[in-house]
């Protein structure tokens, strides 16, 4: 679906209106909105609509934190899901995965953020460095 200017713009004012202070969604602004848009029926409503949808799943997975360790944490993770939230605000969901791939070490992914301090990862760092 080809999108114009106005309807971009549009939706991402919708968008910043459905944002708390902290950067976290506002489900109850959300459905507000989306009620408006579907009640009034502005022109190019289904592709504001379809591009709010999108801009809302951006926003969603940019606030997702996911760890992954190669042995079991004794906490599962709380302590560095405590220490992300500290330093980056709320999570909207979280994940604790162990991965025995890693080797050693984590690897922790918020939204496009990776922290790679896995053990494999430093082994392909060195083999492309010798080779």
């Known amino acids: 679906m080809k999108i114009d200017s106005h309807a971009r713009q549009s939706a991402k ?4 209106a459905c944002l708390r202070p902290d950067g976290s969604l506002d489900e109850q602004s959300v459905r507000e909105i989306i009620q408006l848009l579907v009640t009034e029926k502005p022109r190019n409503y289904l592709a504001i609509l379809h591009r709010l949808r999108k801009l809302l ?5 940019e606030r997702a934190v996911r760890v992954e360790s190669a042995t079991p944490l004794a906490d599962n993770g709380a302590s560095i899901f405590a220490d992300l939230e ?8 979280t994940v604790y995965e162990v991965n025995p791939n890693l080797l050693g070490g984590l ?16 082994l392909e760092r060195l083999q492309q460095a010798l080779s």
């Open 86 to 93: 500290k330093r980056f605000g709320a999570a909207s969901s």
């Open 57 to 61: 799943e951006l926003a969603t997975e």
């Open 13 to 16: 004012k919708f968008l910043r």
């Open 107 to 122: 690897l922790i992914r918020r939204g496009s953020n990776i922290w790679d301090g896995s053990l494999s990862s430093r």
